[in-house]
């Protein structure tokens, strides 16, 4: 459900002019088990807890695009 989120609101911020997505991780006891969820993303480390995914070099990679729009078109 995250990768077709985030594969959709990736495309949509694109098609109005953005260029960069950013994120951003707080670590708690609670969430450890999300700490590399913005990097298996391919967002790139710019600060400590800080990631920028480049929109320019497509964003998501195909098989989240290909997902959304298979449940898009059901």
Same mark, same amino acid.
């Given at each position: %459900?995250e ?6 609101? &990736?495309? =949509? %911020? ?5 260029h960069?997505? %950013? ?10 088990? %999300? ?5 298996? =993303? ?22 989240? =695009? &290909?997902?959304?729009?298979?449940? &898009?078109? &059901?």
């Amino acid at each position: %459900v995250e990768n077709v989120f985030l594969a959709f609101f &990736a495309e =949509r %911020v694109r098609d109005r002019g953005c260029h960069h997505l %950013v994120g951003e991780y707080s670590p708690t006891k609670k969430n450890g088990q %999300v700490a590399n969820f913005y990097t298996d =993303r391919g967002f790139e480390t710019f600060n400590e807890g800080q990631f920028s995914l480049d929109l320019n070099q497509g964003g998501m990679d195909d098989s989240a =695009r &290909a997902m959304f729009k298979e449940i &898009a078109d &059901a």
